[in-house]
């Protein structure tokens, strides 16, 4: 059972390139989450689904998108990457059915956009 | 305002030491509660969920106070490994909104010798 796992868990992009950020979870869970850190800023939400083919925007998804077409699974991309892109992205998926929700995090993918 | 508020701190305290960590929330609807704690460099992983009776576990004990809208977390007899940045998040969501998870900013402990 290795939980949330993320790939790749480093990458250094130039502006204007693009990447998928992979996650995926082997607990079966319904709700999936694409979080940025950035010093000083806490975690933000960029984009989440709460299933299978669902994805809705958080509370910074400029500049990304997401799709979610198995359970297990969720990417993220970034179509034309900017410096300002440049954060630790952390993956979280959290079960519908088990109050009180708590989120499981992957280990993070640190990206810098130059 | 943010849904979640807390004092980033930092805490510098010697081992051994009692330590307190106070957040508040915004929105009387939340739901559930909880700490994390997020070592550097590191993913935020659950340390404890807060129920509105208070719970402990170990040497953690935390609590809520619903009237308020007040989150605490206890931290008695202090290890060098707790030092850590603690996360005060609060679940708000219902519907297809259920999971989500809103964090604050969290409070930085450094635990000296």
């Known amino acids: 059972n290795a939980g949330v796992t993320q790939t790749p868990k480093f990458r250094v992009l130039k502006t204007g390139q693009s990447m998928t950020l992979l996650c995926a979870q082997d607990?079966?869970?319904?709700?999936m989450y694409w979080y940025r850190q950035d010093p000083g800023m806490g975690l933000r939400l960029i984009h989440y689904?709460?299933?299978?083919?669902?994805?809705a925007k958080g509370e910074v998804p400029d500049g990304y998108n997401v799709s979610r077409l198995k359970k297990q699974n969720f990417l993220l991309g970034l179509e034309s990457a900017a410096p300002s892109q440049t954060s630790v992205y952390f993956c979280?998926?959290?079960?519908?059915?088990?109050?009180?929700?708590?989120?499981?995090f992957g280990p993070g993918t640190r990206l810098t956009v130059t | 305002r943010k849904e979640v508020e807390q004092d980033p701190g930092p805490f510098n305290v010697p081992e051994g030491a009692t330590v307190a960590f106070n957040c508040t929330y915004s929105n009387s609807a939340s739901q559930s509660f909880f700490w994390y704690r997020q070592d550097c460099r590191k993913e935020p992983k659950l340390l404890m969920s807060?129920?509105?009776s208070g719970n402990e576990d170990g040497r953690f004990t935390a609590q809520l106070n619903r009237a308020s809208q007040y989150i605490s977390l206890l931290i008695r007899d202090s290890k060098l490994s707790d030092s850590a940045t603690y996360l005060c998040?609060?679940?708000?969501?219902?519907?297809?909104?259920?999971?989500?998870?809103?964090f604050g900013r969290g409070t930085q402990l450094t635990v000296w010798p």
């Open positions: 998040v609060v679940n708000i969501g219902r519907g297809s909104t259920l999971g989500r998870l809103y």
């Open positions: 979280a998926s959290s079960s519908d059915r088990l109050y009180p929700y708590e989120q499981y």
């Open positions: 689904s709460v299933g299978e083919g669902t994805t």
């Open positions: 607990m079966n869970h319904e709700y």
């Open positions: 807060v129920y509105s």
